[in-house]
């Protein structure tokens, strides 16, 4: 990690509803972390180099805090299918294919050169179940230098044959992947229950043993389609609702994210403020398998940790911006047609969500204020033409809304050049 | 124009339900207008050129019809705000810029180069209430190649000052409008009242007595806003709806685009269709400002004329493939929230308003069906990488959500290439 100074238009959250913007600043990183954003250089910092990014935007990195690794080949391929059968017909068969494990190698290639290419500096993400493969995923993961977290899944139920675990060897595999990736520095390993319909309980109890033994986070999907929920209370009679199922289970924690959270009850509301579970706000995905608009709003308005999740392959793309984009839009919709209490995103809102809603899983990441861990994207909007002029909020808006991967200049995590 | 043949291979849409792909298929041009289709090449055909495209995909081109050409410059930027507060920090004064034809040469070249270098091969348009400028629009479109409808905008009321005409002037200006752009071949006058809170009464009849004078097409805003729709009703107390108050103007035929459609009554609806007016479904715009879902996929069950519209910059972008993707999108939330009873829009029903639904407002245009014009884009998906094989209806459908200009290998408007 080397000590530098990036010079630039600086933005990032200064909280969900505001931006700090500082034109002509200076945003100085020691050791991988941030030291602050300054108007002009502190004395101090004057031994650095100061790389000058001229009249480019400089904001933190993003956070894709829910995608389907092995699901990226087949992104935006077959929109039309119903969930059921979009799984049957695409989900299952490509996610069966990396038992082979030289297929995943190709195909995990392209997914980790795309994410390390665009907006994305850190990741919660899925695997398929299989051990090996999901190593190899995370061994691509380490050398991009990216920060993840990454996930053997684990499905004993409700799934086809192929794939389909014994409960013992599930859990016995799942240990024999935390121990695999415990020569990792920047990919950590997250336990991974597909979600309640594909895990019995044995199975997710003994999840819950290994998660608190080795201390490890935990991702999976909450109340994301009616039907979905309508399946969790006959498979768990027990449960007051789909949230109390994983709480019971030992799941519902500050180091749990729950991707989706769409049809909420308002004890899952309160579960998730009171235990500081993150949401994972997944709006592409939720719209293309029509399971609906997540009440957003009023998470962020009640303090509930919410990030942005670009939910691959049931989600199209990887770029995160997209997802703030459709994000904003739907939040319209929920206003216009669901709930008028709570006033649609704004760009300040996604932004924040994007940055330090899911960059706080990580510890301190989303953000340049003191202390944080340092990633940048450096953004060029020379190539969005216009005869306008805008001042830096406009431009950023006009990246998030217009922007590619083509647009980011250079990336920083952790203070390290990834290009 | 030129007689040429594509070799490749050939979508386009049978009916709104189905598409028609001819794989290694010919699509046959002569005179700018399609032979048809064929597996193997007619003997007739034997002695035109035969391009060949290999393995990529030829398909008609899109029509983007509704559009706001001077607002292109601040596309995607003020998206936070209400609709009264955009038009008034945004769009009015943009627009106003427009009285001067050099700053209008310049944006508008702009604007034009990357409509001509995107997915649309027609476009309906607004431009601003000057005559000069607009026909600068007009100038630009000509020697693009596209085929395209331009409107010199009305508006006597409820705007700024600076961006309001006198009645009279109003109306000698488009008759001048009218007569300048005589000198054009592939770009046309369009009646363009803004919308019914823009016009007095007296000049609605009077742009309605020149459409008719000129047998012109006619353009406008319908029902896109719940506050809009209610101020109609104040300012047309003589009227049973919106959609009625145009038509009491003599201005809903079947030379009518009225874009959005948002919030239909059923008076509205039969209006529609016994009258054949075409509607510009503009998903993106619709979400932007809060608007709402249109019932697309009623409309389209009723037979109903549907196209497709950018409505930039209520939408950001003109890539018609991202209104295509958001127009399944916003179906999918009508089902979930609104109405179950018409299902989600498909691929194949938006391809079909993007070709033949928007192609249908120039005469046959928008298939390869023997006798439409010959419009063409030849799509190579080469860059969207991935290790699983698809046929070629995925190819296709991974080119709608993922692709952009640069997935557009060549383009042919009326048989011309345009690049």
């Not at 195909?107 to 899925?126: E, I």
């Not at 044995?202 to 080795?214: P, R």
């Not at 960059?359 to 969005?384: H, P, R, W, Y």
Request: proline share 3%; net charge negative.
């Amino acid at each position: 990690m080397s000590d530098f100074v990036l010079h630039g238009n600086i933005i990032y959250s200064k909280n969900k509803d505001e931006f700090n913007i500082v034109e002509n600043g200076y945003a100085v990183c020691k050791n991988g972390i941030s030291e602050g954003v300054f108007d002009t250089l502190p004395e101090e910092y004057k031994n650095l180099e100061v790389i000058d990014c001229q009249d480019k935007i400089i904001i933190p990195g993003f956070t894709d805090l829910h995608v389907h690794a092995p699901q990226y080949g087949f992104r935006s391929v077959g929109m039309d299918c119903e969930l059921l059968e979009w799984l049957e017909r695409h989900a299952f068969p490509e996610e069966a294919k990396f038992a082979d494990v030289e297929y995943a190698d190709r195909a995990y290639s392209l997914f980790v050169n795309d994410m390390k290419t665009g907006f994305t500096t850190r990741a919660c993400m899925f695997g398929t179940l299989h051990t090996d493969s999901t190593i190899v995923l995370m061994d691509k993961l380490e050398k991009s230098g990216l920060k993840t977290m990454v996930g053997k899944v684990n499905m004993n139920r409700n799934s086809p044959d192929y794939l389909r675990e014994d409960t013992d060897k599930s859990l016995a595999d799942t240990e024999r992947f935390v121990q695999l990736s415990k020569r990792f520095e920047n990919t950590k390993p997250i336990i991974t229950p597909r979600f309640i319909p594909s895990c019995t309980d044995e199975l997710m109890y003994g999840l819950s043993e290994i998660m608190h033994k080795y201390d490890l986070p935990v991702q999976s999907h909450l109340s994301e389609n009616p039907s979905e929920i309508e399946w969790v209370k006959e498979l768990c009679p027990w449960s007051t609702s789909y949230g109390n199922a994983y709480d019971r289970f030992g799941m519902m924690n500050d180091k749990t994210i729950m991707a989706h959270c769409v049809h909420m009850t308002e004890e899952e509301m309160a579960l998730m403020k009171n235990n500081g579970v993150f949401a994972a706000h997944c709006p592409e995905s939720n719209m293309n398998i029509a399971s609906g608009i997540s009440p957003v709003s009023r998470m962020l308005e009640e303090g509930i940790k919410v990030g942005i999740g670009s939910d691959v392959a049931g989600g199209t793309t990887l770029a995160l911006n997209r997802a703030m984009t459709l994000a904003v839009q739907c939040s319209k919709m929920y206003w216009r047609y669901i709930d008028k209490k709570y006033k649609p995103l704004t760009l300040e809102n996604v932004f924040y969500m994007a940055t330090v809603g899911g960059g706080e899983f990580f510890g301190k990441a989303g953000s340049f204020e003191k202390g944080c861990e340092f990633d940048a994207l450096v953004l060029d909007d020379t190539n969005i033409k216009t005869t306008v002029d805008f001042d830096t909020k406009e431009r950023l808006e006009r990246i998030i809304y217009l922007g590619n991967k083509h647009n980011i200049a250079s990336k920083y995590v952790c203070g390290r050049k990834i290009f």
